[in-house]
C-alpha cells in the first residue's frame, strides 16, 4: 500500500530508530526478561508515546496512521516493546484525552505524552476477562471521593505506570451498567501491585496483578461520568484494537524479514518455499489495508468499532500464522534462538487474546454485520 509521501518519511524514520535501538537489544530483552526504561526513555525523546495527540498537551500532534505506522515498525523489531508502546498510547493515555475534563488533561496529559509516566489501564480481573460486567472491584461513595477494593490482572505496564485507568462498580446488581472509571495514581494509599505473570511471549513487557486495599480516590479523579465507565472502556478497547492489529502486523513482517535473511544465506527456490513466502506476503497485505483503513476511519473521527475487531481479529490470526509458517520454512533452526523467528511466535500469540479475544471479536463483527442496513 502506497501512503503520502509523509506517512513514509514518518515510516522510514521509525524503522531507522527500530534498527538502531532495538535491533540489537530485542535479544536480550527477551533473555532476560527486563523492562528496558533506557528504550522507553528514547522512545520519549522522539515523541512516540504521543503520536496521535496534539501540540496543545505535549503530544507529537500526528494521527492513528502515524501511530499504527509506529507500532508496526517497532513491533517488526521487538514485540515487547511495541506493546508497551501500544498499552501506554491507547490505553493508558485515550481515556483522559478522551474522557477526562480540562483540568484532569492539564494535570496528566503533558507528563502522560512526554514519557514522564508511563500509563496503564486496568479492567481485567481473576474472575472477568472477556465479560467485563462480571468485574468485582468495588467503588464506594465517600464525601470527598470514592474508597477502590478490589484485584485486576494482566494489567500491561502497570508497575512501571504513574496513573491506571482503574474500572470499578458503583453496584454489582446493575452489571455493565454500574461500572465507572477512575485515574488511580500509583502512590495513592492501598494501591498496591501484586503478582508478576510469567508469560510465553513478550516477556520485556510488564503485566501485573493490581491489588486494592481501602484504596481511596478523590472525587476528582473520577474519569468521565459515574456509570459510564463501561462505555469509556468500550471505546478505548475499540481504538486500541487498530493499535494491537499494527502490533501483531509488525510481528509477521518481522518474520518475513526473518525468512528472507535465511534465504538470502541459505538460497532455496522450491514450489514449497515460493508458496509459503507469496502466501504470508499477501496475508501480510490484507492485514496491513485493514489496519491503515481503521486508523483512517479514525482519524476521520468516525466510530468504526467493527474495521477495529477486524482488523485486530485478521492481523493477530496472520502473526501466529505467518509466525508458523516461517518456522516451517526455517527448519530446526526456526526453533533455536539463532533466528529470532521463535520469539515472534510466542510473541505472537498475545494479539489473538489482549484487547479482545479472537471469540469476541467475532462476536463483535457479526452484531455489527447484522445492524447494519
Ligand atoms: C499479555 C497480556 C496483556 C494484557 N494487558 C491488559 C491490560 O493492560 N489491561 C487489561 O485490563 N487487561 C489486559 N489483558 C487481559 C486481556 O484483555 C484478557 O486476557 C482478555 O480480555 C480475555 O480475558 P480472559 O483471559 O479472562 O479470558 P476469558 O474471558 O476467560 O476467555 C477464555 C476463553 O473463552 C472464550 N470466551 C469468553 N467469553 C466468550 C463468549 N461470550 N463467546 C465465545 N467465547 C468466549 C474466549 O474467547 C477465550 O477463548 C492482558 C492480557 C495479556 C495476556
Redesign the pocket.
Given at each position: 500500500m502506497i501512503l503520502a509521501k509523509k506517512y513514509e518519511k514518518f515510516r522510514q524514520e521509525v524503522k531507522e530508530f527500530a534498527q538502531k535501538e532495538l535491533k540489537e537489544k530485542a535479544k536480550e530483552i527477551d533473555r532476560t526478561g527486563e523492562f528496558p526504561l533506557d528504550i522507553i526513555e528514547k522512545l520519549a525523546k522522539k515523541g512516540y508515546l504521543s503520536i496521535p495527540y496534539p501540540k496543545e498537551y505535549g503530544g507529537a500532534g500526528l494521527d492513528y496512521l502515524s501511530y499504527a505506522l509506529a507500532a508496526e515498525e517497532i513491533s517488526r523489531v521487538c514485540a515487547s516493546t511495541g506493546?508497551t508502546l501500544c498499552?501506554h498510547t491507547s490505553?493508558g493515555t485515550y481515556p483522559i484525552f478522551r474522557f477526562g475534563n480540562e483540568e484532569q488533561k492539564k494535570k496528566y496529559l503533558p507528563k502522560l505524552l512526554t514519557g514522564k509516566m508511563l500509563g496503564?489501564?486496568?479492567?481485567?480481573e481473576p474472575n472477568?476477562?472477556?465479560?467485563a460486567g462480571a468485574l468485582e472491584t468495588t467503588a464506594k461513595k465517600t464525601e470527598k471521593g470514592y474508597i477502590l477494593n478490589g484485584t485486576?490482572?494482566?494489567?500491561?505496564?502497570?508497575e512501571y505506570a504513574g496513573t491506571t485507568i482503574i474500572a470499578a462498580t458503583l453496584d454489582k446488581n446493575l452489571g455493565t451498567k454500574g461500572i465507572t472509571t477512575f485515574i488511580v495514581e500509583k502512590d495513592f494509599a492501598g494501591f498496591s501491585i501484586g503478582q508478576h505473570?510469567h508469560?510465553l511471549g513478550?516477556l520485556g513487557?510488564n503485566?501485573v496483578e493490581l491489588v486494592m486495599e481501602d484504596c481511596f480516590v478523590p472525587k476528582e479523579n473520577l474519569l468521565g461520568e459515574e456509570y459510564q465507565g463501561f462505555s469509556i472502556m468500550m471505546e478505548t478497547l475499540d481504538g486500541g484494537r487498530i493499535s494491537i492489529g499494527a502490533h501483531a502486523l509488525g510481528i509477521a513482517q518481522g518474520a518475513l524479514d526473518v525468512a528472507k535473511q535465511f534465504l538470502k544465506a541459505k538460497p532455496n527456490k522450491s514450489q514449497q518455499v515460493s508458496k509459503i513466502i507469496a502466501d504470508v506476503a499477501t496475508h501480510i497485505y490484507a492485514a496491513r489495508l485493514m489496519v491503515y483503513d481503521a486508523a483512517i476511519t479514525k482519524d476521520l473521527g468516525i466510530r468504526a468499532d467493527k474495521e477495529c475487531a477486524m482488523a485486530k481479529l485478521y492481523a493477530s490470526e496472520l502473526g501466529t500464522w505467518a509466525c508458523g509458517e516461517v518456522i516451517r520454512l526455517l527448519g530446526m533452526v526456526g526453533l533455536t534462538n539463532e533466528y529470532p523467528a521463535e520469539r515472534f511466535y510466542r510473541d505472537a500469540k498475545?494479539s489473538e487474546?489482549?484487547?479482545?479475544?479472537?471469540?469476541?471479536m467475532r462476536?463483535i463483527i457479526g452484531r455489527e454485520v447484522l445492524k447494519s442496513e
Open positions: 506493546l498499552a490505553l496503564a489501564f486496568g479492567l481485567t472477568a476477562g472477556s465479560d485486576k490482572r494482566f494489567i500491561t505496564s502497570a505473570e508469560k513478550l513487557s503485566t498475545l487474546i489482549g484487547e479482545g479475544t479472537s471469540e469476541i462476536l
